[in-house]
């Protein structure tokens, strides 16, 4: 039997709905920050770059929609983050690409904690919808640690940041569908 804050109304716990909310700000923070992201690269003619986060901006806020229809459809109330502390300028596209990273690290933390909590909750549903996330979360810090790899394998220096700007545009295209993960 589930918690008794489950109710007829409600599917999910307030305290679920807690942390889906704080996930909820956490993807719109990252689409808010893979934006501003993008828009550097841009100013800097990174084009292929700026274009791979201007898409990927996109995507965070489709995770940020589908946790908002999941909480509303659970009975609950998926709240508009506000959004700041947005970083602007960066040093380097290295730089640029280490945040990705990080910040992708910390998201998938943030999922694990989630899928943690309804498991001792024993919420299965909505532990099988964070699945989604959890299979997401693998993909997108598999292609950050790719593009970081990059900087390392061609340099930085002559044409280097021109080749690794082109590579990043390829990325996601080479491994979209690879199981493996291993760029073609
Ligand atoms: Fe939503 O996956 Fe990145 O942050």
Known sequence: ???????????????????LNKQIMMEGMSSAHYLSMASWCDMKGYTHSA????????EERMHMLKLFHY???????????GISNIKHKFNTLREV???????????????????????NVKDFA?????????????EEELIARRALELFKIIGEEGIGLWTIDQEIGKLEASMA????????
Request: net charge negative; glycine share 4%.
């Open 1 to 19: 039997m589930k918690d008794a804050n489950v109710s007829l109304n409600r599917s999910i716990t307030p305290e679920t709905e807690d942390l």
């Open 71 to 81: 909480v509303n459809d659970a009975g609950g109330h998926a709240i508009q983050p």
């Open 97 to 119: 690409f280490e945040d990705v990273l990080s910040h992708e690290i910390n998201v998938t933390k943030s999922i694990n904690q989630i899928v943690d909590h309804c498991f």
């Open 126 to 138: 909505t532990m099988n919808f964070m699945q989604w996330y959890v299979a997401e979360q693998r």
């Open 51 to 58: 274009q791979f986060l201007y898409n990927h901006s996109e």
């Open 177 to 184: 569908g690879s199981e493996t993960g291993a760029v073609k």
